[in-house]
């Protein structure tokens, strides 16, 4: 590790919400190891802003503003696919052990266990993971190599598909 120690950090995060304070910071991509799965490439950087803050039962809570561009990995053509990170989300805090397991309130956020302070880059990378979707992929015909690709397969396999490629040249211009 390099760098300033932990600098993404909360400190008293209870008394940073009653303040209503903000913090913003910025998050190397390459930073969030559980993200990595998901990527293409792990260049860039996201932009975060928290602000603390009381909701309506005056319970402590946090909003998250993360944005940036990601490239994930389409699952169609496991090709990079640019994905704009615009994420808003609310979370309420609770002390260690103290989180509602079963939270009555139907339009109630997320809890988040926080203690003496709070790692916002886990926060953050924690986010932006629920907050993607299950299965991301080009926009219907947008993956250009697919066919191509699926030809490649074929040609390998036979010298007859080989054969159909020189006599259907124009199969694969279609729009
Ligand atoms: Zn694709």
């Known amino acids: 590790m390099s760098g300033p120690a932990a600098p993404h950090v909360l400190d008293d995060p209870f008394g940073f919400a009653r303040a209503a304070g903000m913090q913003q910071g910025q998050l190397a991509v390459s930073a969030m190891p559980r993200l990595q799965d998901q990527l293409a490439e792990d260049t860039g950087e996201v932009q975060y802003s928290v602000r603390g803050g009381l909701d309506q039962l005056d319970r402590p809570q946090l909003e998250l503003e993360v944005t940036g561009a990601l490239k994930l990995l389409c699952a169609q ?49 924690d986010e932006i993971l629920l907050g993607l979707p299950l299965s ?40």
């Open 77 to 125: 053509c496991a090709k990079p696919l640019d994905h704009a990170l615009v994420l808003r989300t609310r979370v309420l805090m609770a002390p260690p052990g103290v989180v509602p397991v079963n939270d009555e309130d139907p339009d109630s956020p997320e809890w988040i266990e926080a203690g003496q302070e709070l790692n916002l880059q886990e926060l953050v990378e």
């Open 136 to 175: 991301v992929r080009h926009a219907e015909g947008h993956c250009s190599s697919e066919s191509q690709e699926a030809f490649g397969k074929k040609a390998a396999d036979s010298p007859f598909a080989r054969l159909a490629t020189l006599l259907e040249p124009g199969q694969t211009n279609k729009r």
